[in-house]
């Protein structure tokens, strides 16, 4: 098995508490950070991280759907859909899965979802990468941030392709689909003033571009830095198809 899919298979390894599998993705000592667990570095404290979610997957019936795999020869993200049991509901958590490579093995692992659908609220997750200046990104991205952070909705929705969507980090059922859903999304989203993203990692393969980022302001409201990661992918004519962002931020007002 490839390195992909072998982070494709990630959930299902911890689930059947295969460490060997597991230990052997990683070129040096195991590292990894997660909203659940935090930063957990070295093999004993991974074996007990495994530990822990074996416990937390069984007792949620997790199941997964595929999203989709970006990767370049410094990085891979791959995108899932968990399907789990949580306090007798039925939910989704989306997650996007970073890992740093190093030949055919991986020197560390990032994990991003929302707790907002496992709490009913945002949970603050402090920096795990640097932003870096200059980062080469491709066009539309620029295109992206640059209407994102006038807080100019008009100019965003106008980037998206007609069949275009925009997922937030909360749940697939918020999903904003098709020019009409989109105006309507980043308006409210941006009736405040732009958000502004510090970019630490950029990962193109062509047609999807993953951004790690911290979140800096969002309107007048200067955040605690934060961080997350968004895929933006592309569609027909270098218009986009969809922006999957998978953070944790708490809206400017709400608590």
Not at 126 to 145: A, C, S, T
Not at 203 to 208: A, E, I, N, V
């Amino acid at each position: 098995m490839t390195i992909a899919e072998d982070l494709k298979d990630l959930y299902s390894l911890i689930r059947e508490e295969n460490t060997e599998k597991l230990l052997s993705m990683f070129v040096g000592e195991p590292v990894i950070d997660t909203p659940l667990e935090g930063r957990v570095t070295g093999e004993d404290a991974f074996l007990e991280f495994v530990d822990h979610q074996h416990q937390w997957l069984k007792g949620h019936d997790v199941g997964q759907q595929f999203v989709e795999i970006t990767a370049n020869p410094k990085r891979i993200c791959v995108e899932l859909l968990l399907y789990l049991r949580h306090d007798t509901r039925n939910l989704d958590l989306l997650v996007a899965i970073v890992a740093d490579l190093d030949g055919d093995r991986v020197s560390e692992i990032r994990i991003y979802h929302s707790m907002w659908p496992l709490t009913g609220k945002h949970k603050l997750r402090e920096p795990i990468l640097k932003p870096v200046d200059g980062l080469e990104e491709p066009d539309f991205v620029k295109q992206y941030m640059q209407a994102l952070g006038n807080g100019d909705y008009e100019a965003v929705t106008s980037l998206f392709e007609d069949e275009g969507y925009a997922r937030e980090p909360a749940s697939s059922a918020f999903t904003h689909s098709g020019k009409a859903g989109l105006k309507d999304f980043y308006s409210k989203i941006l009736r405040d003033g732009g958000i502004i993203l510090k970019h630490c990692t950029v990962t193109f393969d062509g047609k999807r571009a993953v951004i790690e980022y911290n979140a800096d302001s969002w309107g007048e409201t200067k955040l605690p830095p934060q961080t997350g990661v968004a895929v933006y992918e592309l569609g027909k004519n270098w218009k986009m198809h969809a922006a999957r962002i998978y953070d944790d931020v708490t809206p400017p007002g709400e608590q």
